[in-house]
């Protein structure tokens, strides 16, 4: 079966623009996850969608954003871009309990702002 | 949100030789899962552990659970240039099932075998 599919793979963004990824987790995963990973801090958790709801919503500044729709893929958000925001973005999917049992990651999205 | 500390950061070793990765922490986890992460794609899980004392083998990889469920390490045995990459341990954030989706992640392993 197909696996979790990011779009786009990289992307270069000016500061104070904006930025929407997008994210199709496995087929029948209704839970989808995003984290940061960058080499300063690792992968932090950003939000986590259950069947359009967010459930759950780290520790991120407001122009993190995020929505899934009812066909369970999602989409995140990044306004006004800051030099900080360069990181690879993860989308994670799974049935419903992936904070228990381990979630399937997408290749991410490699998001650069100059 | 429940830490974790990974050890050794870096290891870097010849092919054949054994090694061992540490995920401790001060908290009880549920489960711990361990992932593998190559340059430019996205972690893929390689085993989750959810019984106090638990071991669980993949192939020359061996996974243990600590009896208090705090701890786990993973074992690589006759390590090969394949294994290079970058290994996480990561476990529920929050206790009594109420992490939804929020993992945390140990700082990373980053593994290199060389040929």
């Known amino acids: 079966k197909a696996g979790v599919t990011q779009t786009p793979r990289y992307l270069i963004k000016t500061r104070g623009q904006q930025v929407t990824l997008s994210c199709s987790p496995i087929s029948g995963h209704r839970s989808v996850s995003w984290y940061q990973q960058t080499p300063g801090q690792g992968l932090q958790f950003l939000f986590e969608?259950?069947?359009?709801?967010?459930?759950n919503k780290g520790n991120f500044p407001g122009r993190f954003s995020g929505r899934q729709f009812s066909n369970s893929r999602s989409e995140m958000n990044v306004s006004t871009l800051e030099l900080g925001d360069s990181a690879l973005y993860l989308c994670?999917?799974?049935?419903?309990?992936?904070?228990?049992?381990?979630?399937?990651f997408g290749s991410g999205t490699r998001l650069t702002v100059v | 949100t429940q830490l974790l500390e990974q050890s050794p950061q870096f290891l870097s070793i010849q092919e054949g030789e054994n090694l061992t990765v540490y995920c401790n922490s001060s908290?009880?986890?549920?489960?711990l899962q361990w992932y593998r992460q190559e340059p430019g794609e996205g972690p893929v899980l390689l085993v989750t552990?959810?019984?106090?004392?638990e071991v669980k083998k993949l192939k020359r990889l061996t996974f243990q659970f600590g009896d208090a469920r705090k701890d786990s390490s993973l074992h690589i045995t006759a390590a090969q240039p394949g294994d290079t990459g970058l290994y996480l341990c990561?476990?529920?954030?929050?206790?009594?099932?109420?992490?939804?989706?929020?993992?945390?992640f140990g700082q990373g392993t980053i593994l290199t075998v060389h040929p």
């Open positions: 990561a476990g529920p954030a929050n206790a009594g099932g109420t992490s939804y989706g929020k993992l945390t």
């Open positions: 908290s009880v986890f549920s489960s």
């Open positions: 552990v959810v019984t106090g004392g």
């Open positions: 994670a999917s799974s049935l419903s309990q992936g904070a228990r049992y381990g979630y399937t």
């Open positions: 969608y259950f069947s359009e709801t967010q459930r």
